[in-house]
C-alpha cells in the first residue's frame, strides 16, 4: 500500500512527472564500483538505486545475518571499495548505492525512516559467516561515520549494523515452516526462535545500557517522526511543565546542501536564542545530548496547527456552507495573516528571514494570535537562497529580499486559506485569486495584492489553461485537442516500463501496460474521445502485455483490462492472445473485486463471450458469478491482510453488485438481481447523509465521494438496479449523491479521486437539471489545470507531479469531458447497461 512518502520518492527524478526512483539523474556522480565489471563468475545486477553482486553459483542471499555498513555520501565511495574487497575474498553476496546522490536522499529530510535497504549490505548468512565478516571489516572500516540504522543492532563503535532478515524485506521463515512478517521497529528486535551470536552480546548489554547523565523530560507521545530524529510532546520530570522536545541524529535527515539535523536543529536553536522574549514564537527551555542524539526543548504554545483550524472551518465543502459560512470564514482568515504578517515583521526586526512557511508550521493560539513554530528555513536577512528543506508550493523562491520573501510567504499563506490547492505554473495566482474573489468576500484588490506578492519581479503571464476551461461556455473541441496533443506529447514508446507517464500505484509500481494507470487507460481514454490510437500505441501495448514480468489479473490492474482495450481499439487477435495468456488459476485466486479480482474477470469474459460466441468464456464467467454470489451471501467482503474492509466499485461490493447485473442483463434470470441488490446494500449501508444535503461512504474514518471508493462509485451502480427495480428505493440517495458531485472544493484534478470523477458522474446519471452544475465542475477544472509544452496538462494525485493516466491524470480528465460534452454515458467500462460496440474488422489491417 503507497504511503505519502511514497509519493516523494517517485518525485525525485523528474521535474515534471512521476517517474521510477532509479532513474534519478546521478550519472555525474556513479561511483566507480558502480561501472566496474564483476569479479570473474560472479553475477552483477541492480536493483533500484542499488547495485547487486553475487559470487558463483550463490542464487539469491538465503534468510539470515545482514551487515549492513552505515557511512557518510562523502565516504560511500571508500566504503564499497573495501567491502567490495572484503566480500570477494569471502564469497559473500553484497549491495551498494550507486552514487553518494542517491545516497543522500536516502539519508535525507523526506527518506522513510525504517527503510527496507540501506547504503551497504553484506549477507553475511550463517553466524560463522557474520563472526568473520565482522572481524575484519571492523577494522577496515574504522573511522568512516554514518548515521545510527534505525531497527539494527550497532557492531562497536564503527559503521557496522547487523540484523536478522529475510530477502528482499519479505517474511521471515520459522524453523516449523510459518511465515511471520520481519520486525518493522526502531529498536533492534531479534525473532524469538533466533539466538543472538555471542560476538553480538556486547553490543546488545552497550545498546541496553542507559546513557551516562540524568534526562529530565518523559516522552508522553510522538507528534512527529522523521529520518533524521522525532519531534514529540514531553513532560519536564523536574517542574512538571509540558514541553515540545526536538530530536536530532547525527548524519540523519540530510537536506539539499548536506547538512544533517542536528546542523539544523542548531540553526533552530541560534533562532530562538535571536527570538528570546517574542510571542511570536516559542520559548527555548532548553538544549542538551543524549548518547549521540540531540535535543531541543522548547515551550508547549497552547493553540491549534493552522493546517487542522483552517480544515475544520474551511467552507467550500458543499455550496450550503460556503453561502452560510464564508463570512465568518473570511473575517477569522485575515485575521490570522494579519498576526502572521506582524510575526514575519517581527523576525524581520530581529535580523532573521524565513524560507518557507507552510501551514502547518503555524499555530494558532486561543485568543487568535499566530505563532511561528516552523523555523527550519530561519536565516540571515542577506541570504537570498531557497531553503535547503521544505515544500517548494510554499518556498520563496531565489532571489528576493528579505522582505519581498516576507511578503511572498504572507501572500502564498492568503491565498492557501482561501483555496488550498498549488499554485504552480505561469498565472496560476491569477486564476486562484479570481475563484476566490467568487467564492468569499475578500476586500477589494485581493487578487491584486496577491498579484503584486506572488510576483515581485512584474505581473505574472496569463494561466493559459485556466482560461481555456473557465470560459463561461467552455470551448469543447479546443479543450479536446488541447488535452489530446497533450497526451500524445508526454508520450515515451521508446521506453519499455511505461508508455506515458502516471501516478505511482504502489510502492514499487508506476506505468506499465495496466487500465487504471498504464497505458491500457490512455489508449481507451484516446478512442472514445474520437481522438486516432496510432498503431506505435497499440503495438508497444501488445509487446508490454506479452513481455510483462510482473503478471497480474484483472480489469484495471492487469491483463485483462488490456485484452479489453486492445479489443475496443479492433485489435481481437491481440486482445484473445493477451486473454489466452491469463492462467485460469486466477479465476481461483484472484480477489473478489472490480479492479484486479475476480469480478473485473468475470465481466471481461462475458466481453468476449459475447464478442466471440466462445461458450467456455461464458461458462468462465458465470462460475465466477456464481462464486462471488456465495462469498456476498456470506456477508461483506473480507479485507485482505493489512488493509482495510473493501468498499466502493473498485475494490468493494459495488463492483461484485456490477458483474452481477450484467449477468442478468444475459441471462435474464431475476436471481441475479437479488444478488446485485443484496451486494449493493454492503455499500449503501455505509452511506452518511451530511447535514447539507450531500451523501457520502463512510470508509471507517472519513466520508469518501469519489469514483474509486466513494459515493459517486455507488450511485453508477444503483442507477443500473433501479432501472430493475426502481422499488428498491434509492431515488433519494443519488438526489443526495448528485448533490455531492457539485461540491465547490476537490482537491485533486483526477477520475477516479477528484473533481473530473464528479463530471463524469453527473454526466452519467443524465439529469437535465445537472447541467448547470457539470458546466460549474468543468470550470473548476481551471483550478487544477496546468500547461506543458504548450498543451494542457493535468497533475497526477497528491499533485506532486503531472500525469497522464487514466486514474489521476489527463486521460481521465478527457474521458470524463468528453462524457459531458459528447454525451456518450459512463466512462468506465460496464457501467453502461448496454453492451459496448465491438469494432468487427479484421486483424493485420
Known sequence: MLTLKD??????????????????????????????????????????????????????????WRIHVSVTPDRLARAVDIVWGHCVRAGLAFDFLRSPATARESAGRRAQ?????????????????LYRALGELAVLLDGLAGPYLLG????????????????????????????????????????????????????????????????????ERALGLGHGGGTYLATDTRTGERVVLREARPHAGLDRRGEDAVARLGARRAALERLAGLACVPRLADHRTRGEHHFLAEEYVEGTCLLRAASAAFPLTSHERAVREAGPYTAWALGIVESVGEALDTLHDRGLRLGELRPQDVLVRPDGRAVLVGLASATHLADDRPPPVGDGDFAVPAGLTARDAARYLLERLRLWLFLPLPCVGPGKPRTLGAAVEAHYPVPAGFTDRLLAGLSPSGPPRQDLAGALLAARTPDWPAIRDSLVRGIHDSATPGRHDRLFPGTPSGPADIGGAAFGYGAAGVLYALHRAGAPVPEAYTAWLTGAARQD?????????????????????????????????????????????????????????????????????????????????RAVDDGPLPALPGRPPPHGLLHGATGVALLFLRVHDETGRAAWLDLADRALRHDLDRLRTLEDGAVTLFDGTAGLPYLHGGSAGVALVLRQLLRHRPETGGAALLAGIRRTCDAV????????????????????LGEPADRPAVLRQVRRLAWHARTHRGHLAFPGFRMLRLSSDLATGAAGVLLALSSAFEGSGPVLPFLDPRPPAVPSAPEGR
Open 7 to 64: 509519493y516523494d520518492r517517485f518525485a525525485l527524478a523528474d521535474p515534471v512527472f512521476y517517474d521510477t526512483p532509479e532513474r534519478y539523474p546521478d550519472g555525474h556522480e556513479r561511483l566507480a564500483a558502480a561501472r566496474r565489471p564483476p569479479p570473474q563468475g560472479w553475477e552483477r545486477g541492480e536493483s533500484g538505486w542499488w547495485i547487486t553482486l553475487r559470487p558463483p553459483g550463490s542464487g539469491p542471499p538465503a534468510q539470515g
Open 113 to 129: 525512516r525504517l527503510p527496507g535497504r540501506h547504503p551497504v549490505t553484506v549477507h553475511a548468512g550463517d553466524e560463522a559467516a
Open 152 to 219: 539494527s543492532l550497532r557492531h562497536g563503535p564503527g559503521p557496522l549494523h547487523v540484523r536478522y532478515a529475510a530477502p528482499d524485506g519479505g517474511p521471515l521463515t520459522r524453523p516449523d515452516g510459518a511465515l511471520e512478517p520481519e520486525p518493522r521497529r526502531a529498536v533492534f528486535t531479534l525473532p524469538d526462535w533466533v539466538r543472538l551470536p555471542e560476538v553480538l552480546r556486547p553490543d546488545l548489554q552497550a545498546l541496553h545500557a542507559p546513557p551516562a547523565g540524568a534526562f529530565p523530560y518523559r516522552a
Open 549 to 629: 514480468g510482473n503478471r497480474r489479473p484483472g480489469l484495471y490492474d492487469g491483463l485483462h483490462g488490456v485484452a479489453f482495450t486492445l479489443d475496443v481499439l479492433g485489435h481481437r487477435a491481440r486482445a484473445l492472445e493477451v486473454l489466452d495468456s491469463c492462467p485460469a488459476s486466477w479465476d481461483r485466486t484472484a480477489p473478489a473485486d472490480l479492479a484486479g479480482g475476480r469480478a473485473g474477470i468475470a465481466l471481461t469474459l462475458l466481453h468476449f463471450a459475447a464478442a466471440t460466441g466462445r461458450a467456455a468464456l461464458r461458462e468462465r464467467a458465470l462460475h465466477l458469478a456464481a462464486e462471488l454470489g
Open 745 to 764: 472544493y476537490v482537491h485533486n484534478a483526477g477520475l477516479l479521486r477528484g473533481r473530473a470523477g464528479a463530471i463524469a458522474t453527473l454526466a452519467a
